[in-house]
């Protein structure tokens, strides 16, 4: 598996939770070490995105795939 399936793979473990809200999360491009994410449907507005996308979406992210430093939103 490379880089970029292994994100998808943890992107698809964060997903559920995000759609239940309203939102989504999809993957843009694996740059490196840096994971470019976009936040849609309720995340793209929410207030508490940026809290979202640090606590959430980027730890699940770097405990399943060590080699992921960072996480943006773009």
């Known amino acids: 598996m490379d880089l970029k399936e292994a994100v998808q793979e943890a992107i698809d473990q964060v997903r559920p939770a995000l759609q239940a809200d309203g939102g989504d999360v999809e993957l843009v491009e ?3 070490d840096v994971v470019k994410v976009r936040l849609t449907g309720a995340c793209g507005s ?5 809290m979202t996308l640090k606590a959430g ?3 699940v992210i770097k405990r399943m795939v060590p080699e992921v430093s960072s ?4």
């Open 30 to 32: 694996v740059d490196g």
């Open 46 to 50: 929410c207030p508490f995105a940026q």
């Open 57 to 59: 979406i980027e730890a």
């Open 71 to 74: 996480v943006e939103a773009v």
